[in-house]
């Protein structure tokens, strides 16, 4: 488990991360989310023991990280996977990691072929595509089979089968009984991968909920109809208080009206409907919903 007890980071005038308790639990994927700048990556480094806090603090497992003698056996991380010698062999890397914590040879071996990297082993990092590293920093989370990983954007860089392998690894190794934290910007992923979201906003806690639950936070869940009479039907829509939309064809997209409750006026215009479709809020609807003013650098000057 991951434990933050009113975690705060400034730097001067500027707070990076405000007051953050939460606790981040074993048997989940629990995706990390954030607007740029909300200080997703000064927590994990704090977390890891890499930055230190002004205040608050920060344990894995009940014991601060740094105070591991062996912290690979505790926890593992991949926050930039360009952080490697790009002289070293991806093999030369995880043994020399594996050395300094105790870690039997065997092991980086097993790791390799576990994230696909047995035929590059002895290939110079620096010769590795981006989704190389990626793998690379994977297996280096994964090295010493810790209970708690923690990983900064994993999808950077991976193709669509490195990113369906690395969906079932996150929720293979949650099912295990690990903790697994994932920060990312890609909601699409987050909506397939995470069971449980955590996300801040400048630095403060905003959502520590289920995925279905986060999601659920939408006002803006839409209603797709097909008829032959989308104008008919959009002003009856309208008239009764639906914000409707247009697709140029026979759609209308509804909302502020439930499904039902659109059959019930298409029938009554005399309106024929082929299709009504109840459209569920995406995961990027709710982060926007949340998230809009916490935003430092907004599009359009908003």
């Given at each position: 488990?991951?434990?933050?007890t009113?975690?705060?980071k400034?730097y001067?005038?500027?707070?990076?991360?405000?007051?953050?308790?939460?606790?981040?639990?074993?048997?989940h994927?629990?995706?990390?989310?954030?607007p740029?700048?909300?200080g997703k990556?000064?927590?994990?480094?704090m977390i890891l023991?890499l930055?230190?806090?002004?205040?608050?603090?920060?344990?894995v497992?009940?014991?601060?990280?740094r105070?591991?003698?062996?912290?690979?056996r505790?926890?593992?991380?991949?926050?930039d996977?360009?952080?490697?010698?790009?002289?070293?062999?991806?093999?030369?890397h995880l043994?020399a990691?594996?050395?300094?914590?105790?870690?039997?040879?065997?092991?980086?071996?097993?790791?390799?072929?576990?994230?696909?990297?047995?035929?590059?082993?002895?290939?110079?990092?620096g010769g590795f595509?981006?989704?190389?590293?990626?793998?690379?920093?994977?297996a280096?989370?994964?090295?010493g089979?810790?209970?708690?990983?923690?990983?900064d954007e994993?999808?950077?860089?991976?193709?669509?089968?490195?990113v369906?392998?690395?969906?079932?690894?996150?929720?293979?190794?949650a099912?295990?009984?690990?903790?697994?934290?994932v920060?990312?910007?890609l909601?699409?992923?987050?909506?397939?991968?995470?069971d449980h979201?955590?996300?801040?906003g400048?630095?403060?806690?905003?959502?520590?909920?289920?995925?279905?639950?986060?999601?659920?936070?939408?006002?803006?869940?839409?209603v797709?109809v097909?008829?032959p009479?989308?104008?008919?039907?959009?002003?009856?829509?309208?008239?009764?208080?639906?914000?409707?939309?247009?697709?140029?064809?026979?759609?209308?997209?509804?909302?502020?009206?439930?499904?039902?409750?659109i059959g019930?006026?298409?029938f009554?215009a005399?309106?024929?409907?082929?299709?009504?479709?109840s459209?569920?809020?995406?995961?990027?609807?709710?982060?926007?919903?949340l998230?809009?003013d916490?935003l430092?650098y907004?599009a359009?000057?908003?």
């Open positions: 488990m991951i434990e933050l009113a975690l705060t400034r001067g005038r500027t707070t990076a991360v405000d007051d953050l308790t939460l606790n981040v639990r074993p048997g994927v629990t995706g990390f989310l954030g740029n700048g909300a990556s000064t927590t994990l480094r023991g930055t230190a806090p002004t205040s608050g603090t920060a344990t497992d009940g014991v601060p990280f105070a591991r003698s062996r912290g690979l505790h926890a593992g991380a991949l926050l996977a360009g952080d490697v010698h790009g002289g070293r062999s991806a093999g030369a043994s990691l594996a050395r300094s914590n105790g870690i039997p040879r065997a092991r980086v071996e097993e790791v390799l072929r576990e994230v696909g990297l047995s035929a590059a082993a002895r290939r110079r990092v595509s981006l989704g190389m590293r990626q793998r690379l920093g994977i280096a989370a994964l090295l089979d810790p209970p708690v990983l923690l990983f994993p999808f950077n860089g991976l193709d669509p089968e490195g369906r392998w690395v969906r079932g690894l996150f929720r293979r190794l099912a295990q009984g690990r903790t697994v934290f920060s990312s910007h909601m699409s992923e987050m909506e397939q991968t995470a979201l955590v996300v801040i400048r630095g403060q806690l905003l959502v520590d909920e289920s995925l279905a639950a986060f999601a659920a936070r939408s006002a803006r869940p839409q797709v097909r008829t009479e989308p104008a008919k039907l959009g002003a009856a829509l309208a008239a009764a208080g639906g914000a409707v939309t247009r697709d140029g064809g026979d759609a209308v997209t509804v909302t502020g009206l439930p499904a039902d409750r019930e006026l298409a009554r005399g309106v024929v409907v082929h299709e009504l479709n459209r569920a809020a995406s995961l990027e609807e709710a982060f926007m919903d998230t809009a916490r430092d907004p359009g000057g908003r």
